[in-house]
């Protein structure tokens, strides 16, 4: 057991103990301070190399000359002649192949169209988007397809000739692979770009032709069932040509209720006074930029014939007459001959007509 003085040398040791540390502890932080007092700075140092681009320098631009101002072109008195009197004066984007598939060609030739394709007895609107299915039949043109398109249905071999029309004209074995046999691609139209798939059209009108004059096979006991089960050809309405000669018109069926003539040559003697005879159930009919064809042409054609008639478009071909000097179209002979034409096909009508001379 401890004794007293015994325990109070143990105390006075721990206390002695305490005061070492404390004072050890104070005289180190004192070393910290003093140290970060004298320690030098940081050495900072500063880029050597010079800048690898430097500002260029730009002059200042020169005083433009002074020219004396040129006196501009008297215009005319009075408002500007109408759109429709002056843009016959040169062909539509003159230069332009209108058969190529090029991305301009493609954009003429939809300009061209667009008129007859939104008065078909199926209209459609060009300027629509496609669908997934006109994206899918465009994929068959390029390349052809002929085997996928001959087991299409008849309703979209007819929309496939559509589109070709318009993105790459179809040559005359691709446009029979598009109709098919017994000609059930066409559905009632036929639209021919360029004298390639000219043959088609006429094996169509001589096909046409033979269906019309040959007689209806009697039923009987003997008959083949070849006979009595082939289809008949689609009745023919609707006729497009784009830059081809237009066919005889003794070749052309008299059930044409649409026709379309674009930048087509013909027999414009002939053609004007025989085409109402031939066609008397027309009810729409576009002439537009044809070979020779001017507003006289449209002048001499027998329009009453046609009591079904609800619209025409009558462009005439690009004449160099029609400038005279200073550029000033000769816009009085133009108003002259359209309000003609515009009297003869309006009278004795009932109804109106839709008249377009643009």
């Known amino acids: 057991m401890m004794t007293t003085g015994e325990s109070s040398q143990v105390s006075r040791r721990v206390n002695e103990l305490l005061a070492n540390a404390r004072a050890e502890h104070t005289r180190h932080v004192q070393n910290l301070t003093r140290a970060a007092r004298h320690a030098p700075s940081p050495t900072v140092y500063s880029p050597t190399l010079p800048f690898l681009l430097p500002t260029p320098v730009i002059p200042e631009p020169a005083p433009a000359a002074q020219h004396p101002a040129h006196p501009q ?61 006109d994206w899918c039949l465009l994929s068959l043109l390029d390349p052809f397809d002929a085997d996928a398109i001959f087991d299409l249905p008849a309703h979209l071999r007819r929309r496939l000739v559509r589109l070709a029309a318009l993105r790459c004209p179809l040559t005359r074995e691709q446009l029979e692979v598009c109709w098919g ?117 449209f002048e001499g054609v027998d329009w009453g014939r046609w009591a079904g008639l609800v619209g025409v478009r009558l462009v005439p071909a690009p004449l160099e007459g029609l400038v005279v000097d200073g550029g000033v179209p000769r816009v009085r002979e133009k108003e002259n001959w359209q309000e003609r034409v515009r009297k003869r096909i309006e009278n004795g009508r009932m109804g109106e007509v839709e008249i377009c001379f643009d």
Do not use: M
Not at 82 to 105: K, Y
Not at 258 to 287: G, M, Y
């Open 73 to 133: 072109p008297k215009k005319p008195a009075g408002p500007s002649p109408p759109r429709s009197w002056v843009s016959h004066s040169s062909p539509s984007n003159p230069g332009v192949d209108l058969l190529s598939a090029a991305p301009i060609s493609c954009s003429l030739r939809r300009e061209l169209l667009s008129s007859v394709f939104r008065r078909l007895p199926t209209p459609w609107n060009v300027e629509e988007f496609l669908t997934l299915v």
């Open 181 to 297: 046999d017994g000609y059930s691609g066409t559905g009632g139209e036929a639209i021919i770009i360029g004298r390639e798939a000219y043959g088609a059209l006429r094996q169509l009108l001589h096909a046409l032709r033979r269906a019309s004059e040959a007689p209806a096979p009697e039923e009987a006991w003997d008959t083949p069932l070849h006979l009595l089960a082939a289809p008949p050809i689609p009745v023919l309405h609707t006729l497009v040509l784009v830059k081809t000669p237009l066919p005889s018109l003794a070749l052309l069926p008299r059930t044409l209720t649409h026709l379309s003539l674009v930048r087509c040559t013909f027999d414009s003697i002939r053609t004007a006074r025989n085409l109402p005879k031939s066609l008397p159930l027309l009810e729409w009919i576009e002439v537009n930029e044809c070979e020779g064809i001017d507003g006289a042409w």
